[in-house]
């Protein structure tokens, strides 16, 4: 019953960082969105570029079909020496024309020169036909050149545009909607998928916890998919060559502690009638005799601690709660162990009855108070109180030098020595037996600092009431 801790020197370094990192889960969801994000994006805009191609294409061939055809009337009205006609001129609604003989514009146009681009009448103007696309007080077109040399004439026709960006405006947003459609579907397979694939291993992770937490008989059930089976089957070897090793560790410990109790019982009764003899031995042999008594008691304490262990362990040893009234019990374990004037405060608000194990209760209260016998100078006060409905804590402090930080965590592992306790006698198994018996009541045991100085071990109990 120590201050379990070990040296500074051998305790183990520090566990580098681990960088945090994305659950798998969100991973493959993740990697499922992307992907689609980035097909999605693909196939939009190839899909876009094609229909915008063709949109404009037809819209242009269009357009000349339509010019020259009205370009013709022009022509055959300039030629025959009629008086050109406005009015015969069919151009599409929202288009516009003009006309050029002899380098003058033709009259009576509604449109300026200037709303053609000048680098189409440039190209005209030299004897060419052209074809432009370009904007006219915010509107698209596209502009059809035609140069007619018989009638030393030049015919220009706007065709709006309009229509054809709205249609593709339309299309982008259908494809921009299709993607984020695709997206979420995808994100929503990748998270369907990541459950699927990672349910085998939250059964592995359950299993190990059950495992971990005493459940040696936890297995995985069989699995259809071959890997995953071969899997479980791994899993199922990897536990039963765990508890296996377990169990006959549990039984060997549980076997020499049982051996070893008869040689000891009848060296503990030989050593006895030594000591009570004493007074007849040499100076010298008073001492050795004092050595081999308290190493002979401390060795009989660690074996009936052992046999504890080996009976927890085992599971033999089971809960059975009573009501109990704390106030009358502790100031009678206290008398027991011999700490009859520490001083005991009970919180007002504990119950006159709580459900505890008593023979637990008592282990772990003489543990805790012959652990700060030996290793806190002793035990200053024992006090209980409620936190919650149904939670108790049980507490002792002591007048030794606490507890280092750095220790705490691993004080009530089996047969660890603390700095506290490197030259003490004790078995270094009390209070893992005190964070056993916890257990077993639901609860935990730990340690901490007292106000003042010293250490205050606490134990919490479970559904007491």
Do not use: C
């Amino acid at each position: 019953m120590s201050h379990t801790a070990v040296d500074a020197r051998l305790s183990p370094m520090k566990p580098p960082r681990r960088r945090r990192t994305l659950r798998l889960r969100t991973r493959v969801t993740l990697f499922f969105s992307l992907s689609a994000l980035v097909a999605s994006l693909a196939l939009a805009v190839v899909t876009f570029a094609v229909a915008r191609s063709f949109l404009i294409d037809q819209r242009q061939q269009t357009a000349r079909t339509q010019a020259y055809a009205n370009a013709k009337t022009v022509l055959d009205q300039l030629t025959a020496e009629n008086r050109f006609d406005i009015a015969d001129l069919k151009t599409e609604s929202g288009g516009f024309a003009l006309l050029f003989q002899d380098n003058v514009p033709f009259p009576d146009f509604r449109f300026p020169v200037e709303a053609f681009p000048s680098e189409l009448l440039a190209t005209v103007a030299l004897g060419s036909s052209g074809q432009q696309r370009f904007e006219y007080e915010g509107n698209p077109y596209v502009a059809v050149g035609i140069n007619m040399p018989a009638a030393n004439a030049q015919y220009f026709e706007a065709f709006p545009m309009e229509s054809t960006e709205n249609n593709l405006r339309v299309i982008a947003t259908a494809l921009l909607v299709g993607t984020g459609v695709t997206i979420l579907f995808a994100g929503f397979l990748g998270l369907w998928t990541s459950r699927r694939l990672l349910r085998p291993l939250s059964r592995v992770a359950t299993a190990a916890g059950e495992i971990a937490t005493g459940g040696l008989d936890a297995r995985l059930p069989p699995e259809n998919d071959p890997d995953l089976d071969r899997l479980a089957s791994s899993f199922n070897e990897m536990a039963d060559a765990v508890q296996t090793r377990i169990e006959r560790e549990a039984r060997f410990a549980s076997d020499v502690s049982h051996e070893l109790r008869s040689p000891i019982t009848a060296l503990t009764a030989a050593v006895e009638v030594l000591d009570g003899k004493r007074t007849d031995l040499p100076d010298r042999t008073q001492q050795a005799l004092d050595v081999v008594v308290s190493q002979v008691r401390r060795f009989d304490s660690m074996v009936m601690d052992l046999l504890e262990l080996s009976r927890i362990d085992a599971g033999s040893t089971e809960l059975h709660r009573e009501e109990i009234d704390p106030r009358e019990l502790i100031p009678r374990i206290a008398q027991r162990y011999g700490f009859g004037e520490v001083k005991i405060d009970i919180d007002r608000k504990t119950p006159a009855l709580v459900r505890l194990d008593k023979l637990r209760f008592e282990r772990i209260l003489a543990n805790l108070l012959e652990n700060a016998r030996e290793h806190g100078g002793g035990p200053v006060r024992v006090f209980m109180e409620m936190r919650g409905r149904r939670t108790m804590v049980l507490g002792v402090d002591d007048a030794g030098p606490g507890v280092a930080r750095g220790e705490r965590s691993r004080i009530f592992e089996r047969f660890a020595r603390g700095s506290a306790a490197r030259h003490r006698v004790g078995t270094g198994l009390g209070l893992s037996l005190v964070a056993e018996h916890a257990q077993a009541h639901g609860g935990e045991a730990w340690v901490e600092d007292r106000p003042g100085g010293g250490a205050r071990f606490m134990v919490s109990f479970q559904e007491v009431t």
